[in-house]
């Protein structure tokens, strides 16, 4: 049957009407059902060594299009739909974003999902089926309102498997219902799973906000992804969702060894398991209790596991690292105590040093600790980020086992952040250098040749023109703000955490709204534009959305400053969002307090669509510097070596930030937070707090940087003048763009770490 015949099929099935009959809706269900049978009648791949990618998060997005895309089918669905004068596009906006991730490390996890399968790997998911992912996010009175979002409907990309397994909490069992999604691979017919568990009964969807009853286990284990705060009351809950996941995670994979026709003594010359952060760490305790359950006595049991297991490291925030009291592990999963006890028993046998115990005197269970002494890998996210991880925060590891560490330096899928995402680009780029960069995003780098290329360089400029239109109709139509498309398009789309210093940038948005007040008017109009959500009980990120939002409307009422300066927040900034976003980007905001972002992955996706970076020598920024070199990207702050001093209290150098708000620039832009115009528009309270805490805490050192910061902006925005120069820049962006795909990444996780085949 040919692809029509199959729809007609479908339509007529369902709805009992001709595909040209039916609404955008059911075209969408019946698209929808359609790709999912394609995917999910693909066979795995072939390999010795299976892979599991442990994650409690897979920030997926929209799939329609993806999966389309994957299984060579796009342009033929829309060539059918179109001659019946129905739009592809349209319909794919009808479908629900799964939000199953709060961002960069749940989104990561789905960028890899995509490559492994790109590359032909063995290899699964495996995380946890939310009901609700990431709250949706709305803006009323100026601050963050948080509501429900379900993204299942009856009709999803769920396949059900007919598996469950049996998951022993202290007291009582649950079952966990297994659901998959398929991940078609963009250059083979094979297809991997994304392995999602499931309570068996889940609750009846909430009434109202986003709270819910979190001692009811049994129904509300898979109701909501935890945002990334600790939120106290969820903690336990939260290690009821963490087992939960590895228990039946662990099950599903010995089963599937058996099935390969291997012993449970064979588990790591046949598996790898990946550990996306702490989240996934009790795989491991659970891993050697199957296993000595099977047969194998502990000795066997740990060698095996520590042959099986690799954790990659997502954080150098202290405070994000976890460590769970033992008491809730007993509470929740008594079979493990003795376990983590005898692991750590062990640790101590190897290095007396408390500081790299598993459990420490306060009882708590450190679960990075768990992953270095029994993974036989530690990576962290990127270059910096990993040299920081092995000479400060994890040195003491780092000198017991210095063969296991490694950096994998992240990356993107290129085949949504640019191919699916920016068509127009494409159709651009493809027509310089072939379409092999597809395949090969090294070969990018060819785009260098057509640096004195005037008539490349003015398309760029056009393509860049018709995506930031786009953009503006699309905001428009979602949130009636109008923009104008010919100002710069400074953006920056992040979740909002202190440490990412949305705040600094509220700053210059506060140092030109004065200086055009003063009649002292830019060299060309700036948007700037922000996508974020803060954590429900992050009270501070909260305070800084107010903040902005603030400012979006002192502005908007503005006719002096309205057309030199505009601010937006995009509200409900999720995956879909940044799809449309990020080729409208002129500017990529990433200014980190250097030290603190890990790696970034938006920074790559923004680079990738020809903006430019304005950004700290921070995560993977210092990688994409070294690419472009200092022509292509505004650098400025502090270095990571001088904030790690800052922070020390040995020296007498520690940071105060008193110190840098009492200069004349700074007290101003930071006293405009009081000012009667704002406190006229905002919340007194929430605007004098963050006024407090910027003053006198300033915990991420914004006042430090801030005044570097606006003047290295002000640059770039008198360069973006010089159109052709610009131009150049973008270019040089996009061509050095090949080494952040995830494909690269994927490489050589399977080179140094998995070795799959
Ligand atoms: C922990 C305990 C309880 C509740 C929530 C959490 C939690 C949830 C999510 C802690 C952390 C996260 C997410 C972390 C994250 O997204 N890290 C980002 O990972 C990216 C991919 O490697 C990096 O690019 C970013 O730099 C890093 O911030």
């Known amino acids: 049957m040919d692809l029509k015949e199959q729809l007609v099929q479908i339509t007529g099935e369902r709805f009992g009407l001709a595909p040209e009959q039916c609404s955008d809706r059911q075209l969408y269900e019946a698209l929808l059902t359609l790709t999912r049978r394609l995917a999910e009648s693909r066979p795995a791949p072939e390999g010795a060594r299976k892979l599991y990618y442990f994650s409690a998060e897979f920030l997926m997005g929209k799939l329609l299009d993806n999966n389309l895309l994957a299984l060579g089918i796009h342009a033929e669905v829309r060539d059918l739909l179109s001659a019946m004068g129905r739009n592809l596009d349209q319909i794919e906006e009808l479908e629900p974003e799964p939000s199953l991730g709060n961002g960069g490390l749940g989104r990561l996890a789905a960028c890899f999902l995509d490559s492994i399968a790109a590359l032909g790997l063995k290899g699964d998911g495996v995380g946890l089926n939310y009901h609700y992912g990431l709250f949706r996010q709305k803006f009323a009175d100026n601050k963050q309102m948080e509501t429900p979002d379900p993204w299942l409907e009856p009709d999803s990309w769920l396949i059900p498997t007919g598996k469950t397994f049996t998951v022993p909490f202290g007291g009582f069992e649950m079952k966990a219902k297994l659901w998959d999604v398929a991940i078609p691979s963009a250059y083979n017919d094979r297809a991997n799973r994304l392995h999602l568990f499931d309570v068996e009964e889940p609750a009846q969807p909430p009434e109202g906000g986003i709270n819910f009853d979190k001692t009811d286990i049994v129904h509300h284990l898979t109701s909501f992804l935890y945002p990334d705060d600790g939120d106290d009351a969820g903690r336990l809950l939260r290690v009821y969702q963490q087992y939960f996941m590895v228990s039946a995670g662990a099950q599903l994979i010995l089963q599937e060894l058996e099935e390969r026709g291997f012993g449970p003594g064979e588990l790591a010359d046949h598996t790898a398991i990946q550990i996306n952060d702490t989240h996934p760490s009790m795989v491991i305790p659970e891993l050697i209790r199957l296993l000595t359950g099977r047969g194998l006595t502990m000795d066997q049991a740990i060698d095996q596991v520590s042959r099986t297991c690799a954790y990659t490291n997502h954080t150098i925030l202290a405070e994000a690292l976890e460590k769970w009291p033992l008491h809730f592990i007993e509470r929740v999963a008594p079979q493990l105590v003795p376990i983590i006890r005898e692991l750590d028993r062990r640790a101590r046998e190897v290095c007396a040093d408390p500081a790299v115990a598993i459990l420490d005197g306060n009882g708590l269970v450190h679960m990075a600790h768990m992953d270095i002494h029994y993974g036989y890998s530690v990576n962290g996210v990127a270059a910096l980020h990993t040299e920081i991880l092995k000479k400060a925060e994890l040195k003491r590891f780092y000198d017991i086992y210095p063969h296991k560490f490694n950096n994998k330096t992240n990356g993107v899928t290129l085949r949504r952040w640019l191919e699916a995402c920016n068509p127009e680009l494409t159709a651009l780029i493809d027509g310089c250098i072939s379409t092999r960069w597809r395949r090969d995003p090294g070969r990018l780098v060819s785009l260098m040749e057509f640096m004195d290329n005037d008539h490349v360089l003015e398309q760029l400029l056009t393509v860049k023109q018709s995506a930031k239109e786009r953009f503006c109709r699309q ?21 909002l955490h202190e440490y990412k210093r949305q705040q600094m940038n509220a700053l210059y948005v506060i140092q030109k709204y004065l200086e055009i007040k003063e009649g002292r008017l830019p060299e060309r109009p700036v948007t700037v534009i922000f996508g974020a959500k803060a954590a429900p009980a992050y009270v501070m990120a909260k305070h800084i959305i107010h903040l902005i939002l603030c400012l979006q409307r002192l502005i908007e009422n503005d006719p002096a400053v309205r057309p030199w300066l505009r601010v937006v927040m995009v509200e409900n900034y999720n995956v879909t969002w940044a799809e449309r976003l990020i080729p409208a980007a002129d500017i990529s905001e990433q200014i980190s307090l250097a030290s603190k972002e890990a790696s970034g992955t938006g920074n790559m996706k923004l680079m990738a669509n020809g903006a430019v970076t304005l950004g700290t020598l921070d995560g993977a920024n210092v990688e994409i510097a070294e690419l472009v070199g200092p022509g292509n990207i505004y650098t400025f702050g502090a270095h990571s070596d001088r904030v790690i001093r800052l922070y020390d209290d040995k020296g007498g150098q520690r940071y105060r930030s008193l110190d840098y708000y009492h200069t004349p620039r700074v007290e101003r832009l930071v006293d405009f937070l009081l000012s009667p115009e704002l406190l006229e528009i905002g919340d ?19 006042l430090l940087d801030v005044e570097e910061y606006i003047s290295v902006k002000d640059l770039a925005v008198r360069q973006y003048g010089d159109r052709k120069s610009w131009a150049r820049k973008m270019l040089v962006n996009i061509a050095k763009s090949g080494y952040f795909s995830s494909d690269r990444t994927i490489k050589q996780y399977n080179e140094d770490i998995w070795h799959l085949s």
């Open 475 to 495: 905001l428009r139509e979602a949130q009636g703000v109008e923009v104008d498309p010919n100002s710069i398009f400074d953006v920056q789309i992040k979740r």
């Open 684 to 702: 007194a309270k929430a605007l004098a707090a963050l006024w407090r805490d910027m003053k006198g805490k300033d915990w991420f050192m914004a």
